[in-house]
């Protein structure tokens, strides 16, 4: 009995140690409080990944209905620099992005983003040689960051953050995704027209190259990492 019970708790942190969630957005230089921009997810005690690309809950990934209203949204300058920190060291290899959705009536409200309306802004793919395979360079950081494009309107946006983990990824359903989304006011921006677009859940099946994927046997005539999704809108 004591021995199970140790067994399971032991197990129990290697898992939260294992995993990871976006507690926290950094704007301005400054990494803010946790939950205080990012709606609090469903996995803010377990760390857990989803794994259902089709789920409702892959939009944004959120707790419960009062989730959106009890976030702050944070001022941000379109051109500047944001990011989000990460709960623990990600140690998964995989593929990071952002995407952005304009936020209607305003990113506080559940409603936002729940069209076909969100566009990337940012991604980091793992890098590919023929003789070593796939590379991992945003293995075991903390904490990613990237532009807000200069050129985006102002007005109220989510951020959703995306790491795919591509550890164990060669079945159908496999792979692990990470997510979170920001509440932001973009002020100082332009008159852009983000391009393409696509919505959460819809933009993935579950069957892309860059999502099914045996990355410690990767098929014949691979020559390198295929992100899922549409391609970056710079502004
Ligand atoms: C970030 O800086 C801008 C000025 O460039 C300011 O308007 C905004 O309130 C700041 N945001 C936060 C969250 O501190
Ligand atoms: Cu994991």
Not at 42 to 55: A, K, L, R
Not at 88 to 104: K, L
Request: proline share 8%; hydrophobic share 35%.
């Amino acid at each position: 009995m004591r021995l199970s019970v140790a067994i399971a708790l032991a197990t129990a942190i290697q898992f939260v140690g294992a995993h990871y969630t976006f507690p926290q957005f950094i704007v301005n230089g400054t990494t803010s409080s946790e939950w205080e921009y990012v709606r609090i997810t469903e996995n803010h005690w377990s760390n857990g990944p989803i794994q259902d690309v089709t789920s409702n809950a892959f939009r944004c990934f959120e707790l419960d209905s009062t989730s959106a209203s009890q976030t702050n949204t944070a001022t941000v300058r379109a051109g500047s620099t944001v990011g989000f920190k990460a709960s623990n060291t990600m140690g998964h290899p995989g593929y990071f992005s952002a995407y952005m959705t304009p936020a209607s009536p305003a990113a506080n409200s559940n409603s936002a983003g729940t069209g076909n309306t969100w566009f990337k802004v940012w991604e980091w793919a793992p890098g590919w040689s023929a003789s070593t395979g796939l590379i991992f360079d945003s293995m075991n950081i903390n904490e990613v960051s990237f532009p807000i494009p200069a050129s985006l309107p102002n007005g109220q946006y989510l951020i959703r953050i995306e790491q795919i983990a591509l550890h164990i990824a060669s079945n159908f359903g496999d792979a692990q995704f990470y997510i979170g989304c920001a509440q932001v006011n973009v002020v100082g921006g332009g008159n852009g027209s983000p391009f393409p677009t696509t919505s959460f859940p819809g933009a993935y099946t579950g069957n892309e190259p860059g999502i099914k994927l045996n990355i410690y046997a990767l098929p014949a005539g691979y020559s390198g990492y295929t992100p899922p999704g549409p391609p970056v809108w710079h502004g």
